[in-house]
């Protein structure tokens, strides 16, 4: 378990962002793999797993998603349809080179495979290891800590109307079947 950090870094032009649009277009579209798993234990913390556990509950179990609060409840409780933060590896590969800042981003699961509305609309299930999640239709955005981290060019080529149509920022799901995942596990269409 590594534990990845917030430091200052160079963040890529718009211009440098743009030119890798070609690669993440290239990304799997019915067959991928999971590429990283990151736990938020806290604010601002973050662990790289090797394997972790989908729990119907409490997500990937030991991530703090069930304490956060969300503006899209009515009680602020935490989302059920936003259990999960995925994004794709080539899309956050692209935004940082540096592989020990890829966790900062915050999505548990990094994925090579096409996010695209087009091909995984919300009600589609994934099957990763032993589980099976679901997309659901709430929208992931690049918010104000994505764009501290990443720079202003990152937060903009994210929620860019290509961006937005390709997922670049990502896609929220939910558990609906337990089970055990590992890094180079197939994520799989079902």
């Known amino acids: 378990m590594e534990k990845a950090t917030i430091d200052e870094v160079r963040h890529l032009s718009a211009a440098e ?29 973050r662990e790289v797993l090797e394997e972790g556990q989908l729990s119907l509950d409490e997500g990937l179990v030991g991530d703090t998603w069930r304490m956060r609060r969300s503006s899209r409840t009515a009680d602020g409780s ?16 692209l935004i940082a080179p540096d592989a020990a800042r890829r966790p900062l981003a915050g999505d548990q699961l990094h994925v090579d495979l096409d996010l695209s509305e087009a091909n995984l609309p919300p009600g589609t299930r994934l099957a990763i290891g032993d589980a099976i999640i679901e997309v659901t239709a709430q929208p992931h955005t690049g918010c104000q800590k994505f764009r501290a981290r990443f720079g202003t060019d990152a937060f903009k080529f994210v929620n860019s109307p290509a961006g937005m149509e390709m997922h670049l920022r990502g896609i929220n799901a939910k558990v609906v079947q337990p089970g055990t995942i590992r890094v180079g596990d197939s994520v799989r269409k079902l």
């Open 17 to 45: 962002l743009e030119a890798g649009l070609d690669e993440i277009r290239q990304a799997p579209k019915d067959r991928g793999t999971l590429a990283l798993i990151v736990r938020r234990p806290a604010v601002d913390e």
């Open 78 to 93: 935490a989302h059920p349809d936003m259990q999960l933060n995925i994004i794709n590896a080539r899309a956050i590969a």
